[in-house]
């Protein structure tokens, strides 16, 4: 079993920058694939970036590319999703997510092949 927690979420303006954590701890979380995914208020969730157990591979939606970077610290059993520029359209309740993978450099994009997932972290956008 994984406990995930996200923290770093908050209230921002148009332009600013954000680190979201995901923190892990149960099993060793080495060994786990790791997403991010988002959900605004009557939306669907969607799928923002992903992250590979050996931190070779990254994926991210189009609208994140270029401002968002996901990354992870093993010996932490923590994942990060460092967001820039900031938008209005990007507030959503953000949520971290894990699954086993015996490759070291698989991603996954869609919500329901992970495994685990934490409670979400709030981020608000204010124009």
């Known amino acids: 079993q994984v406990q995930l927690v996200e923290s770093g979420g908050g209230l921002v303006q148009v332009g600013d920058s954000l680190r979201l954590s995901c923190a892990a701890s149960?099993?060793?979380?080495?060994?786990?694939?790791v997403g991010w995914f988002r959900q605004a208020p009557g939306k669907d969730r969607e799928f923002v970036a992903a992250?590979?157990?050996?931190?070779?591979?990254?994926y991210y939606v189009d609208s994140a590319k270029g401002r968002f970077t996901i990354s992870r610290d093993n010996a932490k059993n923590t994942v990060y999703l460092q967001m820039s520029s900031l938008k209005p359209e990007d507030t959503a309740a953000y949520f971290c997510?894990?699954?086993?993978?015996?490759?070291?450099?698989?991603?996954?994009?869609?919500?329901?092949?992970?495994?685990?997932w934490g409670l979400g972290t709030q981020v608000t956008v204010s124009s």
């Open positions: 997510a894990a699954r086993s993978s015996a490759s070291a450099d698989s991603v996954w994009t869609v919500s329901n092949v992970y495994t685990f």
């Open positions: 149960g099993r060793t979380f080495s060994r786990y694939a």
């Open positions: 992250i590979s157990w050996s931190g070779g591979t990254t």
